[in-house]
């Protein structure tokens, strides 16, 4: 078996052992692992998967390695044995390939060809450092990376999803750098004189292919909030304004330059080997102008390639974040005609709310303000988490399913931007109205009870919160549902609650007991509202560590899973 039957079978090794890897990851992740028989499942999942994609890339490889033997290794002979001709031909129809697939999915190829090349490249280059040593698991060093090859081009090309990978892409974008760099300055050193006059094209192409590459991991990193969506549509505007020009006269331009250039090298003695700069200056800085020539070409790669590598991208990402900000504005809505119609309730009934003052009473005990000032934080995080466990008292049916929100039309990536922009823009405005009623709300409430104690400032806005935990969801419309307050209803939901964030933020599950107890209502007892007002302090210092919580339980990172200290913290039912 020759070099060549080597090539082809490493390439079909590296795609059947890629197929295997993604097939197991794929199959295995996402999955919630929670007791032996979820890592059972897990297992087996991961070894249907890894069995499945080893067929699959079965399959590849053995496609691989007749396209290799067909259509790769004679052409290779051919170019050897200076049958120029033959070896032509080849090239061209593999060009055809090559641009009907960066023509038709530029962002799933063109990445997946950049990793080809300078996976490639390493890989060589590794072969070449290791390959020849006495030792098989240094030998092996090629063939792993071959096979972290296979798998990143399968990644990119099946799912698309490589450069969604925040902590990856970088990486692989700045070992792409570095390997491009390398193989320019080899290629400028090297003793072929066309090798030489190629150095700063492929160097120019290389370049201008990774800044596109970055503006696809950018389009998939930012959030996308109001100040980014304002800069991207600046950005974008500029680049789309160069690209307006067809793409055609680009390539030419670019192809102009990178002859010249190419020329200049190759016959040196007929241009005074200096190299042609892009207006014909001659003789004025070598370096200075080969530095511009390749800036000029870096450019103009990346003008050819950044919006259609990146649009499609880009318009994914705006239309995940116009989605999401169609539903905020949906809920808002629905948060608005609960509030209105809490108010409209209070209006008619104003003696039924009595019974909320026990819980304005504890939320104040609970965490005081002093007289004038505002509530504290933590007192309006403690009645919102008291409003979410009166919610989860209530039997409210689930909202049904809506589908998610398109952007209208077929916008390209600026009009995209433009509609998300509006969308934003909306739900700042009725996330404003929607909390003047809120206000209204509690104010109408407050009008009804009276405690001596407290100021009427802090009963709104302690009722404020309270509402805002119960509506949230946007299920709730009819105040006669919310009271009176069921208190051993409510201590249940605030226990069940609170032990599922214990437990989801890492706390022991003996500590939360010891701390809590079983949660066990006993017969002829009655919980106090002051247990339940624990557990939603309990709550909210799981959601934010820096809130005080004497008493507490504590998840591994804010300080062991134990009880605090203190005493006013306890009370919890004992089973």
Known sequence: MDESSDVGADLGLYATAAGGLLGACHAAGGREIDGFGDVALTALAAMAGAFGGLLLGLLVGVALLVVHTVAV????????????????????????????????????????????????????????????????????????????????????????????????????????????????????????????????????????????LVMVWLADVLSLNPTQVTATRAVLERVQALTAVHWAYWLTAYTAIAVSSFLVLRWPQRFGEVRLPVFGVLDTGKRTLAGVNIGLMVALVFTITAVPVSEGAWKQQVENRYALETRHIERAEGEQAAYEAIHQYVTVHRRTTASLAPVVTAVHEAAPAEPGQPVSDSGLAIARQLGRFQAATLDLAD????????????????????????AQQARSEQEARTDRFAEAAAAAIASTLDIPDLGRSEVVHILKAYLGGLVEEGRVRDLARLIPVDLPALYDAAYDLTRRAAIRAGVDVWAFNATYGLGLTMPGETPELDEVVILARQTHHLADGGSPCPGCVHPPAGGGTHPGGGTSGGGGRRG
């Open 73 to 212: 290794a004679p052409a290779v002979g051919w170019w050897r044995h200076r049958r120029f001709g033959r070896a032509t031909l080849v090239v061209l129809a593999w060009a055809a390939v090559i641009t009907a697939l960066l023509w038709w999915w530029p962002d799933r190829f063109l990445p997946a060809f950049l990793i080809v090349g300078f996976g490639g490249w390493s890989v060589f280059l590794a072969q070449r450092r290791f390959g020849e040593s006495e030792h098989l698991a240094v030998r092996a060093i090629p063939h792993l990376g071959g096979v972290a090859v296979a798998t990143l081009v399968g990644e990119q090309v099946v799912f698309g999803n490589l450069l969604s990978t925040t902590y990856v892409a970088p990486v692989i974008l700045g070992i792409a750098g570095w390997l491009s760099w390398c193989g320019w300055r080899a290629m400028r050193t090297s003793p072929r004189l066309t090798v030489r006059a190629a150095a700063d094209i492929v160097w120019s192409i290389q370049l201008g292919l990774l800044l596109s």
């Open 399 to 422: 909202p049904p399913s809506a589908r998610a929100p398109e952007l209208p039309g077929g916008p390209d990536v600026s009009e995209a931007l433009a509609e998300l922009d509006d």
